[in-house]
């Protein structure tokens, strides 16, 4: 069945559904796709050893469930033949993102010993400061601005070179880096979308390899020099383990933030009523920021290999089972969240999965909370008339899902518009 045929009927076989999520327009678009697997059930299966959960309640148990790993070394060549030369998929393998216990254990106890809450809570002057002078850009700009160049991209690269200890001259090369490196977390990828990945990969080696050493030579507080010292001690990271996560870290770092940020601007450009409580109310900022992880996930598939049979949503998953959970469905399953399609930032127990659950949880989610509870204040109290200014392009992505660019006038008066009282019996979205 061809994509086309799909999109404007009824799908029977999973199968189809998920050869849909996969082309141009179910990346562009993945939601339809997601309800009409959800139809099937919480778990399905889509293919000889593949299964597909959107289901909320399925989603959070199997990534918290100690059968399910990351693919391994072995499945890796099982599945990927002559991984191991490409630049690309070695740096990821090397890294807490696709290593299991013992060593992801190991890896993910060193990189949060430097990954500290206060080196995060100590980033927010960082954070204020940086977003007040890229608002004062966007004012200073004769006309329309990209959002994604303006402020998505520059404000959480700034702020994760700041952490690494990244000088700010360098920051301007890590975007086509990792844009091409990520690439490779895309759950199909061809041969000419690996060599350019590969080419960001070597990049960003070449780049981490040359820090390293700088660091070796004059320490500095950054986590870049916290990084080599785990790796210089006794429970160490080996070379390849340091570079990879830093790689990690740095994109991770910038990628997911850029495409909450423009997500999340979207969203509250379509909900002007709830743009202005935020703006009248900067202390709802993080209740707002959980309902936009929830509402349009950045990160909107995470996957994972059965070692074990186990049994969830009705159906026996074998052992070598390929288990792809999409977080973006599982964010809007209506067994957790009533009308799911609908952006409330009022709603009650807001605990989106955007950011995964369990061992693999994602070690930078209170940076990126943090980073967006203070842009999206700042952004509507400083710039009350912003608005779209043209048609928003997406990327072609379903992992890491966001946009290309998004135009956007940078208004100075606001249009009039009614800010929502207080629901009966409520305080307000919990911060």
């Known amino acids: ?81 002559g991984w191991r030369e490409s630049p690309a998929v070695l740096s990821i393998s090397r890294s807490m993102l696709r290593t299991n216990p013992p060593d992801h254990s190991r890896m993910r106890r060193l990189a949060a010993g430097a990954f500290t809450p206060r080196r995060i809570a100590a980033m927010r002057d960082v954070v204020r400061a940086q977003a007040d002078e890229l608002v004062d850009a966007m004012l200073a700009a004769d006309g329309p601005v990209d959002f994604m160049a303006a402020f998505a991209y520059p404000l959480p690269v700034g702020v994760i070179c700041a952490l690494l200890g990244v000088p700010a001259a360098d920051r301007p090369l890590f975007r086509r880096w990792a844009t091409d490196l990520t690439g490779v977390l895309e759950p199909e990828i061809t041969a000419d979308e690996l060599a350019v990945a590969d080419r960001g990969a070597a990049e960003l080696r070449s780049y981490f390899t040359e820090l390293v050493a700088a660091r070796r030579r004059a320490p500095a507080d950054d986590l870049t020099t916290a990084l080599v010292q785990a790796h210089d001690g006794g429970d160490r990271l080996s070379g390849d383990e340091l570079l990879a996560n830093l790689i990690v870290l740095l994109v991770a770092g910038f990628e997911t933030t850029t495409n909450l940020l423009g997500n999340g601007l979207v969203a509250l450009l379509d909900h002007p009523d709830a743009a202005a409580a ?42 070598e089972s390929w288990v792809i959970v999409l977080l973006g469905a599982a964010n809007r399953d209506p067994r957790r969240y009533p009308d799911p399609a609908r952006f409330d930032p009022w709603r ?22 943090l980073e967006a509870q203070v842009a999206f204040p700042l952004l509507l109290r400083r710039l009350p008339g912003l608005a779209v200014a043209g048609r928003p392009e997406r990327r072609v992505r379903l992992t890491l899902r966001g946009h290309a660019t998004l135009p956007v006038r940078v208004g100075r008066e606001a249009a009039p518009v009614t800010v ?12």
């Open 278 to 319: 935020l703006r009248e109310r900067p202390d709802l900022a993080p209740a707002y920021v959980d309902e936009l992880l929830r509402y349009d996930s950045p990160v909107q598939l995470t996957s994972r290999m059965s070692t074990a049979p186990s049994r969830y949503g009705g159906v026996d998953l074998p052992p």
């Open 348 to 369: 009650a127990q807001i605990a989106p999965l955007s950011f995964g659950a369990g061992p693999h949880y994602c070690l930078g989610a209170a940076l990126a909370r």
């Open 420 to 431: 929502p009282g207080t629901p009966p019996g409520a305080a307000g979205p919990t911060p």
């Open 1 to 81: 069945m061809k994509a086309s045929d799909a999109w404007g009927g009824g799908i029977v076989d999973p199968t189809d559904a998920l050869a849909l999520l996969m082309s141009p327009e179910g990346r562009l678009d993945p939601y339809p796709t997601y309800e009409r697997l959800r139809a099937h059930g919480p778990v399905v299966q889509a293919g000889p050893v593949f299964y597909v959960v959107t289901g909320y309640a399925e989603a959070d148990a199997i990534l918290r469930d100690a059968r399910f790993g990351v693919m391994d070394d072995a499945l890796r060549d099982q599945f990927m033949p």
